[in-house]
């Protein structure tokens, strides 16, 4: 990954961006120590196809997800009483 002083930065902030957008990051540094990494958003059709639930129907939880295991859990923790 390229690693960009902010002089350089500031004179060619155009074509760093659009360098940046097509997946290629870059540090900017100020007196060759990195402060900032330029990365690209996410595309923001991808990102609007995303659905909470995804899994819905697809995926078995049984109704004592909340307490499996608790005994053998306490005894990890507590120890054999």
Same mark, same amino acid.
């Given at each position: $990954?390229?690693? +960009?002083?902010? /002089? #350089?930065?500031?004179? /060619? !902030?155009?074509? !760093?961006? #659009?360098?940046?957008?097509?997946? &290629?990051? %870059?540090?900017?540094?100020?007196?060759?120590?990195?402060? =900032?990494?330029?990365?690209?958003?996410?595309?923001?059709? =991808? =990102?609007? &196809?995303?659905?909470?639930?995804?899994?819905?129907?697809? +995926? *078995?939880?049984?109704? *004592?997800?909340?307490?499996? %295991?608790?005994?053998?859990?306490? &005894? $990890? %923790?507590?120890?054999?009483?």
């Amino acid at each position: $990954m390229a690693t +960009i002083n902010i /002089h #350089e930065a500031k004179t /060619h !902030l155009s074509r !760093l961006v #659009e360098q940046a957008a097509k997946a &290629k990051p %870059f540090i900017i540094a100020k007196a060759g120590k990195p402060m =900032v990494k330029v990365v690209p958003l996410d595309d923001p059709e =991808v =990102v609007a &196809k995303r659905r909470f639930g995804g899994l819905e129907g697809k +995926i *078995d939880v049984p109704d *004592d997800f909340d307490t499996m %295991f608790e005994e053998k859990i306490e &005894k $990890m %923790f507590y120890g054999e009483e």
